[in-house]
T-cell receptor, first 113, second 113 residues
Framework: KAGVTQTPRYLIKTRGQQVTLSCSPI?????VSWYQQTPGQGLQFLFE???????NKGNFPGRFSGRQFSNSRSEMNVSTLELGDSALYLC????????????FGPGTRLTVT | AQSVTQPDIHITVSEGASLELRCNYS??????LFWYVQSPGQGLQLLLK??????LVQGIKGFEAEFKRSQSSFNLRKPSVHWSDAAEYFC???????????FGSGTRLLVRP
């Protein structure tokens, strides 16, 4: 079974621009979560989607948004990029009912200049 | 609020030596507990999980972890470390129906030849 895939793997953007990251979960998984990883803050939860509904959201500004499609694929968007948004963005999928183990993709490395 | 503490930022062990990585959590009830490993530039790989039942759980790559409720700990162990185990290790907790993982700050494992 194919794992979680994330595209693109690397991105370089300029301050003020916006960016969209994509995540395809493991086949049969209906939950997709997003995490931001930085050296200073570690791994922080952004949001989680299940059946196109956001069930939980982390403590991030409204510039960070996401959505999930009917095929469970998910996208996250960051508008008005700031230097501090430079990070590894990780997507994870799980079956989705209650709490199941989450399986992570390789991440998208975003650099904001 | 729930939190996870990994008190050791770095640990260095010799190849063939035993390993124990510490993890303590703060939560009123028994959470779901996980250990993940991350190699440089990669996503997170699930090593093992504890949901309930036997407090000693076995994982992949020869790792095991023991849940101790009285100490709010979930320490990761391996009897004999291989050079390929050098990576960063993250402990994580989740609550039922929270749909998110809370991660510790990670422990970087270095393996001496």
């Amino acid at each position: 079974k194919a794992g979680v895939t994330q595209t693109p793997r690397y991105l370089i953007k300029t301050r003020g621009q916006q960016v969209t990251l994509s995540c395809s979960p493991i086949s049969g998984h209906r939950s997709v979560s997003w995490y931001q990883q930085t050296p200073g803050q570690g791994l922080q939860f952004l949001f989680e989607y299940f059946s196109e509904t956001q069930r939980n959201k982390g403590n991030f500004p409204g510039r960070f948004s996401g959505r999930q499609f009917s095929n469970s694929r998910s996208e996250m968007n960051v508008s008005t990029l700031e230097l501090g948004d430079s990070a590894l963005y990780l997507c994870a999928s799980s079956l989705g009912d209650r709490v199941y183990e989450q399986y992570f993709g390789p991440g998208t490395r975003l650099t904001v200049t | 609020a729930q939190s996870v503490t990994q008190p050791d930022i770095h640990i260095t062990v010799s190849e063939g030596a035993s390993l124990e990585l510490r993890c303590n959590y703060s939560y009123g009830a028994t959470p779901y507990l996980f250990w993940y490993v991350q190699s440089p530039g990669q996503g997170l790989q699930l090593l093992l999980k504890y949901f309930s039942g036997d407090t000693l759980v076995q994982g992949i790559k020869g790792f095991e972890a023991e849940f101790k409720r009285s100490q709010s700990s979930f320490n990761l162990r391996k009897p004999s470390v291989h050079w390929s185990d050098a990576a960063e290790y993250f402990c994580a907790v989740a609550m039922d129906s929270s749909y998110k993982l809370i991660f510790g700050s990670g422990t970087r494992l270095l393996v001496r030849p």
